[in-house]
């Protein structure tokens, strides 16, 4: 099977050359691992973590409610607001992972059209690498609402037939890059994660173990506590949107 092609980068020279991988052990709720992907990206090294929910969670962008997300995706255990922008993601099946990049004094990462491009790309290899018929998207497809599995856009992963197979949302903070991704509708192959690291940087570092460094669990317990169980961070109003009214 012939992989798909390599993207033109933009200042390559900014991109990694070498991403620790982490497999996270164990599921976690919504809020651990929103906390822990913000953990890492404010690391100085770049991080894939891959991950999965201790229960069944629905995960909405930084501007979106509860209250939409439980309208598209009712009967999940967890409503969790990401630090992310993005659609409404529904985290019962299909994998999730992390790549973060870190700041850098001096360097500006590419645009967010191209940082998309890079990771899909590489995800998209690494994909086909495991036997998964798939493309990277040239184009946006027809709105389908707010459901981010509805309306693929240009940069995702679909199969022959259009159907999306692996989304993403970005942010940026102080120069550092999350990208908060899924894959969906889909089965590679054990071991497309080493592929995916592989293909993001030249040297993958392996880290084991229940957390990536020491304290790191005790700090997403008090940035749980902080930020993302507060009425602040879950208020419906939060941001520019409001409460929708199904």
Request: proline share 7%; net charge negative; charged share 20%.
């Amino acid at each position: 099977m012939m992989a798909p092609a390599r993207p033109e980068q933009d200042a390559a020279a900014t991109l990694p050359q070498s991403i620790n991988l982490w497999l996270d052990p164990e599921p976690h709720s919504g809020y651990h691992n929103m906390a822990a992907d913000e953990l890492l990206c404010c690391r100085p090294e770049a991080w894939l973590r891959i991950y999965s929910w201790a229960v069944p969670a629905v995960s909405f962008g930084y501007f979106d409610t509860t209250a939409e997300a439980a309208s598209i995706f009712p009967g999940a255990q967890e409503y969790i607001r990401r630090w992310t922008g993005g659609g409404i993601v529904d985290h019962r099946s299909g994998y999730t992972y992390t790549v973060t990049l870190p700041a850098r004094e001096g360097v500006m990462y590419p645009m967010a059209d191209r940082l998309y491009l890079w990771i899909h790309g590489a995800l998209a290899r690494a994909l086909a690498a495991s036997g998964v018929q798939c493309r990277l998207l040239t184009e946006d497809a027809p709105d389908g609402g707010r459901a981010c599995w509805a309306s693929p856009v240009k940069s995702d992963i679909v199969d022959a037939a259009g159907h999306k197979l692996a989304g993403a949302g970005q942010r940026r903070y102080k120069g550092a890059v999350l990208h908060q991704g899924l894959i969906q509708l889909c089965e590679p192959a054990d071991g497309w994660q080493q592929l995916l690291a592989r293909e993001l940087a030249p040297t993958v570092n392996l880290v084991q173990g229940q957390e990536p460094y020491p304290g790191f669990n005790q700090a997403v317990q008090e940035l749980v506590a902080a930020k993302y169980t507060t009425a602040e961070w879950n208020d419906e109003t939060h941001g520019r949107r409001k409460p929708s009214h199904h």
